[in-house]
């Protein structure tokens, strides 16, 4: 998948801001927000890597499906990871923040696409089911497991259909996109927390 630069790493003009900063409720939030932007930035460019492989989406609604699996997925991988730097509190604050912030974005987009509506509460409902299905799969370290990156292959193909188009979605979301997804995810939390 070919991304684009993505910006992970904040402007200092004093030296070193302190630990206590970061893990202020605003420090997190503002973390929060742009680990956000960057997982809102992957997911939209996931899909669209999957409609340039000729994977093919009936609708708009249905790419916003596959983007809203691509959101849970990594979503779910910022939280695994942050549990091995962040205490319990720091973590809610920081999963909470994040997920406001990718669901206002969801709600902002489905307003252009649909019209007016309340886009959230669904949104909040299927995160909420994902991290649950997601907590039974193990991480080796910070890499998820072959069966994470199944489940979400899986998802992702109830979403689009298993036609003779789309059937091979879930070698592609296995073996190309999530790789890439995680792998970027880890590096923007890592370089956000100064690690």
Request: hydrophobic share 40%; glycine share 6%; proline share 3%.
């Amino acid at each position: 998948m070919a991304l684009r630069r993505i910006k992970d790493r904040w402007h200092n003009s004093t030296p070193e801001s302190s630990e206590r900063d970061v893990l202020s409720e605003k420090g997190l939030a503002d973390h929060a927000s742009a680990l956000a932007f960057i997982i809102w930035r992957q997911g939209l460019n996931a899909a669209i890597n999957l409609h340039a492989e000729e994977f093919r989406y009936d609708d708009d609604y249905q790419r916003v499906a596959v983007i809203s699996e691509l959101l849970a997925f990594q979503i779910q991988h910022a939280d695994r990871l942050a549990s091995g730097f962040l205490d319990d509190q720091s973590r809610g604050v920081f999963l909470q923040a994040i997920c406001e912030r990718v669901a206002s974005q969801m709600q902002d987009n489905l307003v252009d696409i649909a019209g007016p509506g309340s886009y959230r509460p669904p949104f909040i409902k299927l995160l909420n089911q994902r991290f649950s299905d997601y907590a039974a799969f193990r991480y080796d370290g910070e890499q998820p497991r072959y069966d994470v990156l199944r489940y979400l292959g899986h998802a992702v193909l109830r979403v689009m259909g298993e036609d003779q188009t789309n059937r091979w979605v879930i070698d592609q979301i296995i073996d190309i996109d999530a790789l890439d997804l995680t792998d970027q995810v880890g590096r923007s939390l890592h370089r956000l927390f100064g690690h």
